[in-house]
T-cell receptor
Framework: GAVVSQHPSRVICKSGTSVKIECRSL??????MFWYRQFPKKSLMLMAT?????????EQGVEKDKFLINHASLTLSTLTVTSAHPEDSSFYIC??????????????????FGEGSRLTVL | AQKITQTQPGMFVQEKEAVTLDCTYD???????LFWYKQPSSGEMIFLIY??????QNATEGRYSLNFQKARKSANLVISASQLGDSAMYFC?????????FGAGTTVTVRA
């Protein structure tokens, strides 16, 4: 079963509204979560790295005020797309690595991915 | 800076045949990890196989094997005995402090 869960899987919103996407680690404590954005048929682009209890680290070119990331607990990180516009329509996916139980990091160094959230801004 | 290159945007393969997906990388870090992920049309990322830079042997996981040529900086994925369910997009990725950098991906279509 899934160890990282994302919600909602699909969301359609009007231009100008804000949308929150949740990423939860189900049975392990995720000290670090990563948020990616993927355009159709394209690669995943890392947006930001989220560490529990501290400010997220954004990749170059990603607007911090546009994409608000909160990692308030060891099992939950949220991505809020503020004042969404049609160009923000995309597939957003999170991944997590483990903390004390380290479920997100096996001997292979594997990260666990959420199911992804498809955002459509009208 | 890291760079992952997948030069094959799309491939067709006949069912039961093997297919090789190319991946080259560039890094100055002697310690790194290479991954292959499968992304079906539903969108989820499915981990397939991992190769560490210090691993002596090529990684294998069932029908997946990784042809790791360190000197050439290539990490090609071989899928043997292709199945219709293998149709998906495949991404090569490199790990740097648990952040992953992804290649552009290769779409594989398996024909019956």
């Amino acid at each position: 079963g899934a160890v990282v869960s994302q919600h909602p899987s699909r969301v359609i919103c009007k231009s100008g509204t804000s949308v929150k996407i949740e990423c939860r680690s189900l049975d392990f404590q995720a000290t670090t979560m990563f948020w990616y954005r993927q355009f159709p048929k394209k690669s995943l682009m890392l947006m930001a790295t989220s560490n529990e209890g501290s400010k997220a680290t954004y990749e170059q070119g990603v607007e911090k005020d546009k994409f608000l990331i909160n990692h308030a607990s060891l099992t939950l990180s949220t991505l809020t797309v503020t004042s969404a516009h049609p160009e923000d329509s995309s597939f957003y996916i999170c991944s997590a690595r483990g903390g004390t139980r380290d479920r997100g990091l096996s001997y292979t160094g594997e990260l666990f991915f959420g199911e992804g959230s498809r955002l459509t801004v009208l | 800076a890291q760079k992952i290159t997948q030069t094959q945007p799309g491939m067709f393969v006949q069912e039961k045949e093997a297919v090789t997906l190319d991946c080259t990388y560039d890094t100055s870090d002697p310690s790194y990890g290479l991954f292959w992920y499968k992304q079906p049309s539903s969108g989820e990322m499915i981990f397939l196989i991992y190769q560490g830079s210090y691993d002596q042997q090529n990684a294998t996981e069932g029908r997946y094997s990784l042809n790791f040529q360190k000197a050439r900086k290539s990490a090609n994925l071989v899928i043997s005995a292709s199945q219709l369910g293998d149709s998906a997009m495949y991404f090569c990725a490199m790990r740097d402090d648990y952040k992953l950098s992804f290649g552009a991906g290769t779409t594989v279509t398996v024909r019956a």
